[in-house]
């Protein structure tokens, strides 16, 4: 049972452009949000975070919006660089209950030159 | 600050085999530690987590075990290797909830 779903493998996107990944989650309990990056043969890499107090936290290029009664969020990286391209990964927890942190499967985002 | 070391970075084990892995942290105390495992196709798969020396919380019926000796330390386990235990597994830590997890560089492991 796959509680955190990122549909799209892989996402091609224009330098300069913005790119948006996407993630759905099935656990309305989770309550905390997160997005990694990660590149080959590496630890990934934290980016940005979102409670479920929030709709929008914004870090620099990255900006993560949660809407709960979808249960989606997304992040959006504006503009988009060369050196974005990575894989993404969406995490979820449900704070209440545990410390843990649960994975989807990963978008790999090439941005084009 | 804080940081996490995990090794080795790569390792070929046959079928059969034991296995260890091993991941530390330093600059903190009493982190949450967790390991994880990348497999083609399945994205980070939680395999194991732990909130204090001793306890640890198994996700998913597996052939892999994990122990906290210590505050800092985290080891994973195998008695008999799979062809189905290879992998990238990464170990990361943080500091309980609504924080993010950190993560150590990862092991490739690959059984023949």
Redesign the interface.
Known sequence: DQQVK?NSPSLSVQEGRISILNCDYTNSMFD?F?W?KKYP??????LI?I?SIKDKNEDGRFTVFLNKSAKHLSLHIVPSQPGDSAVY?C?A?D?NR?????????TRLHILP | SQTIH?WPATLVQPVGSPLSLECTVEGTSNP?L?W?RQAA??????LF?S?GIGQI?S?VPQNLSASRPQDRQFILSSKKLLLSDSG?Y?C?W?E???T???????T?LTVV
């Open positions: 990122q905390y997160l990694y043969a590496e630890g990934p890499t934290f975070s409670s990964f995490a927890s704070t545990d410390d843990k942190i649960i994975f989807g499967k990963g | 995990q949450n967790y994880y196709g399945r994205g980070l798969q939680l987590y909130v919380s996700e990238f990464l990361a943080n309980g909830m609504n993010e997890a950190f993560f150590g560089q990862g490739r």
